[in-house]
């Protein structure tokens, strides 16, 4: 409910190698976790008032790893990746930012189209304790904004940022 009301939300999920870190956050196909089921949530609520025609909805998405201290654009092809990665950049607004891909996602599928591209581009390595693990830190980041017509030419935004 907070991005709905202008809030930046961040949920961070941390713990040792293997205590379900990924699988509490992105789940299974028929188990999803907390980013597939927020991304869900945020998609009925806009359907919810798609008869108010005051109102417009702009989704998007970012998604990156930091490995090896570089970050990296997961919605990027890898091979166009910058040798060093993505160098981050201060902005008085929002702090310490890092310039990548921005995808618009007009409804539901589209996250998850997004989301599993970028898996397939996660950086993983095996452990004594995982085949496949990632050994990298990844950020969805979801933005939400809200327009609202409150007179002919006069639109109020709200935007919120949701880090998962």
């Not at 945020?42 to 989704?59: Q, R």
Request: proline content about 4%; overall charge positive.
């Amino acid at each position: 409910d907070s991005v709905f009301e202008g809030k930046n939300v961040c949920l961070f999920a941390y713990g040792q190698t293997g205590s379900g870190k990924s699988y509490s956050m992105l789940g299974k196909q028929d188990d999803p976790g907390i980013i597939p089921r927020t991304c869900r949530a945020i998609f009925e609520a806009i359907e919810k008032t798609k008869d108010d025609p005051s109102l417009e909805y702009k989704v998007d998405i970012q998604v990156v790893e930091i490995y090896c201290e570089t970050v990296n654009d997961l919605l990027t092809d890898r091979e166009k990746w910058p040798t060093h990665g993505h160098k981050p950049r201060f902005t008085p607004n929002q702090g310490y930012i890092v310039d990548t891909t921005r995808q618009p996602c007009l409804r539901y599928e589209d996250i998850v189209a997004a989301f599993q591209f970028a898996d397939k581009n996660r950086s993983i390595a095996s452990h004594k304790l995982n085949r496949e693990s990632s050994r990298a830190h990844t950020i969805y980041t979801i933005t939400f904004e809200r327009q609202r017509k409150i007179s002919a030419g006069a639109k109020e935004t709200l935007t919120s940022r949701l880090n998962l």
